[in-house]
């Protein structure tokens, strides 16, 4: 099983250690796990394992639009914080029409939270998880938790 994350603009400090987070958490659910990310939050990635103990393979999430294909995944998890983060995961969502999809969404301002939703929600068929939280992971942790639970034991809402 293989797995992709996508990580946009690390503005929101509590992305990195979900990242790490989410990636050990599917290593240990047998995926491999391929990040796309931009090249400040591939950065943080990379300086939060130095040892790389979170074995996963990294790519650029512009230049990898072009080459991703359906099939190469079964499971998508976008970390939506922002418009520009929303516009990533729809586009990556459009190209892998038949691949599990969960949108992390998370903002400390509930009402961005509210608007990236409805972005996601229209465009895609994606669970959608949502969590206000911004310096403290605890909320999106316990929001991906749950989501992981419906979507890969199939009982999507």
């Not at 639009?65 to 418009?83: R, Y």
């Not at 310096?135 to 749950?146: A, D, E, F, G, W």
């Amino acid at each position: 099983m293989k797995a992709l994350l996508l990580l946009g603009c690390p503005e929101i400090s509590s992305q990195t250690p979900m990242a790490m987070y989410t990636c050990s958490k599917l290593i240990d659910l047998g995926y491999d796990v391929t990040i796309s990310a931009n090249p400040a939050a591939a950065k943080l990635v990379k300086v939060s394992d130095p040892k790389g103990f979170y074995k996963h393979k990294s790519v650029n999430i512009d230049n990898y639009l072009d080459k991703v294909q359906d099939e190469d995944f079964d499971l998508i998890i976008g970390f939506v914080h922002k418009d520009s983060a929303a516009t990533y995961f729809i586009t990556y969502c459009t190209l892998m029409e038949n691949t599990k999809k969960i949108a992390l969404v998370f903002n400390r301002d509930q009402a961005l939270v509210n608007e990236l939703v409805e972005m996601v929600d229209e465009s895609t068929d994606a669970y959608i998880a949502t969590a206000r939280a911004y310096h403290n992971p605890n909320p999106i942790k316990v929001s991906l938790n749950k989501a992981l639970d419906e979507v890969l034991n199939n009982n999507e809402d």
